[in-house]
């Protein structure tokens, strides 16, 4: 009785508001820089492309803007957490002030302004596929985008020089350094990449996935991106696979709300993340396997050149 | 210290001296009430606490007499609701505050009883004092409403109902929708999935498309965002009823009608009582205002002055019932209930399990409904709890 394609194409609408600023996040961490501002980021960058979006009619100024504020945002991170080496941990979080802050004055001009949103969009041959092309090819181009992010972002880290740079830099900045990297550079461009795929993902949420603007209308989910990039092991492919298993959560308990109480069912993707955790927790407390895949070394250490 | 650094810091003092003092004489002399509102979400949540701002912002530009503060996204604890109470009366000057919340509840009896010369008025609460009036809008008549239109329109039907809480407000709500759906067409079921959450659009629009997903084409929800209303936009042949701020215009051709509050009505009541004198600080304790659409304190539609979408009219207009047509028949219910000659909670009634809860021609109280409604009537599918 119940319409899988419906249930499946909500999951990937759901997952790609998680998987766009995760990728991002990855960056930034493999660099050696945590940005708990996420949440921020996203809020604000959701207010603001969806206020330029309306004011200029032009859906992908919006767009556009939202990135760019995602950027100028992570940009404040950087200068304090790379240029003057100071806490990470309160820089982000302070970042996420910020932004819900920012996200309150930026929305205030178009709450209950209703504009026509991005389209989904018709993929020749793809879309025409029975079940799977109606439940992946019938989105909006931003969900396409973050498909053809994932191998992208894998290839550049792991299969390219610039990706063992980004690699090297988070896990020794001084080998690397003194190697002549620059590392300071590295780490402002992944941290502004992580900025931006986080503006693109407040873009998506008012654009692309509820096609409004409320305020706090995320509900803290950005903050599941920071677990979300543990739970992938800090690789795309594994960020892929992570937003599908928490948007497969985020949309199943309203259909086991017969069989299954609905506090149960809330605390799902909570519970599971604990779950990941503790079980990475165990594998990666063999060294050998956690140089492979661990999280980097020198995460949220401040690099300071000597 | 040099000397120019004295000088420095006297100019400096004496400036501030001179703000302070001017300070007091600059606002406008004419200002005699000055309301203080307590929200319990952000004014951009177009929902709940936007309806209520909207109400602010309309007496204080009606009123000369009039100025208002307000705080945001205040905590439901009792500590939170005292300390925005202590700033809005003794920083702000507020000499009237509005509590809008149901969690506010204690915390505005405790705050009261601190401030015994300030008039407090509590929204959707019971308990009062010589300075603690209440007051409420219910929107349980445009639920009927809808759902009778609902009952007429649907293909499937199948309706379901995105709801915050099962609390008796909200399951209160269901009913009467599932009973106007099923007058229309003794068939119709109404299946609830709940998102405990007065505000979250993503789980909003997650729970709405997994009942589209179940068949249903018709939606209503308690959420305080328009999450419902663009699931439905999204679907083709999906409806669904905007609820408590006009949201017709992000769901333009998927609204059929939905339910809207008048705040401002019942804040331009109130606060034209404590000016004229009629309330003060210790007559309150039998101040207890429920209004519904007699009092034009709810009003039908998913926009102000559109009480049925264009779009859907000719529709109903074309479906006969009796010697009239549906679109005449909801509108007739809807003057009746104006005029209180219509209540939709009368007998016979049946709960889900079959039991029947208001036999033939009984009415259901203000109690019944308010306080011990935590049934389901016969025909919607989900617990409520």
Do not use: H
């Given at each position: 009785m119940v319409d899988y394609i419906l249930m499946f194409s909500s999951i990937v609408a759901a997952a790609t508001f998680f998987l766009l600023p995760t990728l991002g996040e990855i960056y930034a961490e493999r660099s050696g820089i945590l940005n708990l501002g996420i949440e921020g980021m996203i809020i604000a960058s959701a207010a603001f492309s969806y206020a330029i979006a309306y004011s200029t009619q032009n859906l992908w100024i919006g767009v556009l803007s939202g990135m760019l504020l995602g950027g100028v945002l992570s940009g404040i991170h950087a200068i304090i957490s790379?240029?003057?080496?100071?806490?990470q941990v309160v820089s982000g979080i302070g970042l996420t002030i910020l932004g819900t802050g920012l996200s309150g004055i930026l929305g205030r001009g178009v709450i209950g302004k209703a504009i026509d949103t991005l389209e989904n969009v018709h993929i020749p041959f793809l879309s025409d596929i029975p079940f799977i092309g109606e439940i992946f090819f019938d989105h909006p181009i931003l969900v396409y985008f973050s498909y053809i992010m994932v191998p992208i972002c894998w290839f550049i880290l792991y299969k390219t020089r610039i990706g063992i740079l980004i690699r090297s830099v988070g896990e020794n900045p001084e080998a690397a350094y003194n190697q002549g990297v620059n590392v300071n550079l590295l780490r402002f461009a992944c941290v502004i990449f992580g900025g931006m795929m986080s503006g693109l993902g407040g873009a998506y949420l008012s654009l692309?996935?509820?096609n409004f603007w409320s305020e706090g209308m995320t509900q803290g989910r950005g903050w599941i991106v920071i677990a979300l990039v543990v739970v992938a092991l800090w690789n795309p492919l594994g960020a892929f696979l992570g937003s599908y298993i928490f948007g497969t959560f985020d949309v199943m308990k309203y259909y086991f709300q017969q069989f299954l109480p609905t506090p149960v069912l809330k605390m799902a993707p909570h519970v599971s993340t604990i779950l990941f955790l503790a079980i990475w927790g165990i594998i990666l407390s063999r060294q050998k396997v956690k140089s492979i895949v661990?999280?980097?070394?020198?995460?949220a250490v401040p690099f300071e050149k000597s | 210290m040099k000397k120019s650094t004295y000088s420095r810091i006297f100019l400096i003092f004496g400036i501030l001296m001179l703000l302070v003092a001017f300070s007091g004489c600059t606002?406008?002399?004419?200002?005699k009430v000055k309301a203080g509102f307590i929200y319990?979400?952000?004014?951009?949540?177009?929902g709940w606490t936007n309806a209520h701002d909207v109400g602010r912002v309309y007496v204080d530009e009606k009123y000369s007499w009039l100025g208002t503060e307000y705080i945001e996204t205040?905590?439901?604890d009792i500590a939170s609701v005292k300390e925005a109470a202590d700033t809005l009366i003794t920083?702000?000057?507020?000499?009237v505050i509005f509590t809008t919340s149901f969690g506010f509840m204690d915390g505005t009896i405790a705050a009261a009883a601190e401030h015994p010369d300030t008039l407090f008025f509590h929204c959707s609460g019971y308990k009062r004092a010589a300075n603690v009036g209440t007051y409420f809008a219910d929107l349980y008549q445009m639920y009927y409403l809808n759902g009778m239109m609902a009952g007429y329109l649907s293909n499937t039907t199948k309706a379901g109902y995105v709801g915050a809480f099962p609390i008796p407000e909200v399951i209160r709500h269901i009913n009467a929708f599932t009973l106007g759906m099923k007058a229309a067409n003794n068939d119709s079921t109404v299946e609830v999935t709940w998102?405990?959450?007065?505000?979250?659009p993503t789980a909003a629009t997650s729970a709405a498309n997994s009942l589209i997903g179940k068949g249903v084409d018709m939606l209503a929800f308690t959420e305080d965002s328009p999450a419902v209303m663009q699931a439905a936009e999204e679907e083709d042949d999906v409806y669904a009823f905007s609820h408590y701020?006009?949201?017709?215009?992000?769901?333009p051709e998927s609204t059929i009608s939905g339910q809207l509050a008048h705040w401002d009505i019942m804040y331009d009541e109130i606060l034209s009582k404590v000016y004229d004198g009629t309330?003060?600080?210790?007559?309150?304790?039998?101040?207890d205002y429920l209004w519904f659409l007699k009092e034009g304190a709810v009003e039908l539609g998913g926009?102000?002055?559109?009480?049925?979408?264009p779009l859907f009219v000719p529709e109903l207009q074309s479906i006969t019932v009796g010697a009239t047509n549906a679109y005449d028949y909801i509108m007739d219910k809807h003057d009746k209930m104006a005029a209180e000659?219509?209540?939709?909670?009368?007998?016979?009634i049946y709960a889900?399990?079959?039991?029947?809860?208001?036999?033939?021609?009984v009415q259901a109280t203000i109690p019944d409904l308010?306080?011990?409604?935590?049934w389901f009537v016969d025909g919607v599918i989900g617990t409520p709890g």
């Open positions: 790379i240029t003057f080496t100071r806490t692309g996935y509820l661990g999280a980097p070394t020198s995460l | 606002g406008p002399e004419a200002v319990v979400g952000p004014i951009g949540d177009y205040v905590g439901e920083v702000k000057g507020c000499n998102i405990n959450s007065w505000y979250d701020s006009p949201m017709q215009s992000y769901a309330y003060n600080s210790t007559n309150l304790s039998d101040v926009n102000f002055d559109v009480p049925i979408n000659t219509f209540f939709p909670f009368t007998g016979p889900q399990n079959g039991t029947l809860m208001f036999a033939a021609g308010f306080t011990y409604m935590d």
